[in-house]
T-cell receptor
């Protein structure tokens, strides 16, 4: 079946260092979405990428969608302790059931 | 985006009892809602798709008689865990997908269920 692989599973950085998480889908996606879940919280929608090769920025966060629409990345520049949490990518295969295919998430820990 | 509430936020119940969890879309009419289950430090596992006015669609391996879903209105879906057992202890989260072509999902705060 369709899968979305996400690496790394965990990342521990010093505050101020950069961080990147990668997603790779087994199939071409209609779009890919990114969510952040703080410890003890629920996933919160961050962004959606639709176009091949698309790059979007949100302050220190940069999101990319690959040319083949099968992979994506989230890069955080100069991490802060507020960035702590688990980042999930979720692929939409444009099926009419609106279901997303979720990556396993990358847990980010930031040392102050 | 949609504002989604869940009730209760946490519940402790005894083995063999049933627990009902409510998911409400406060500002968005949702013909579809999703129910997820999440174990500690793990990803989201989609359990079922709740459809307003019709039966829920369950994912493979999810017992529909154990996890009863009722989508009573465009703003309310309920998940009932019947005859709960300790292995049902988990974090249950609902989400509401937005309409249109871009189905980003807005999540409720989740319900932490502990079965003793």
């Amino acid at each position: 079946g369709q899968q979305v692989m996400q690496i790394p599973q965990y990342q521990h950085v010093q505050e101020g260092e950069d961080f990147t998480t990668y997603c790779n889908s087994s199939t071409t996606l209609s779009n890919i979405q990114w969510y952040k879940q703080r410890p003890g919280g629920h996933p919160v929608f961050l962004i959606q990428l639709v176009k091949s090769g698309e790059v979007k920025k949100q302050k220190r966060l940069t999101f990319q969608f690959g040319e083949a629409k099968k992979n994506s990345s989230l890069h955080i520049t100069a991490t802060q302790t507020t960035d702590v949490g688990t980042y999930f990518c979720a692929g939409d295969n444009a099926g009419n059931n609106r279901k997303l295919i979720w990556g396993l998430g990358t847990s980010l820990a930031v040392n102050p | 985006g949609a504002v989604v509430s869940q009730h209760p936020s946490w519940v402790i119940c005894k083995s063999g009892t049933s627990v009902k969890i409510e998911c409400r879309s406060l500002d968005f009419q949702a013909t579809t809602m999703f129910w997820y289950r999440q174990f500690p430090k793990q990803s989201l596992m989609l359990m079922a798709t709740s459809n307003e006015g019709s039966k829920a669609t369950y994912e493979q391996g999810v017992e529909k008689d154990k996890f009863l879903i009722n989508h009573a209105s465009l703003t309310l879906s309920t998940l009932t865990v019947t005859s709960a057992h300790p292995e049902d202890s988990s974090f249950y989260i609902c989400s509401v997908p937005t309409s249109g072509r871009r189905y980003e999902q807005y999540f409720g705060p989740g319900t932490r269920l502990t079965v003793t």
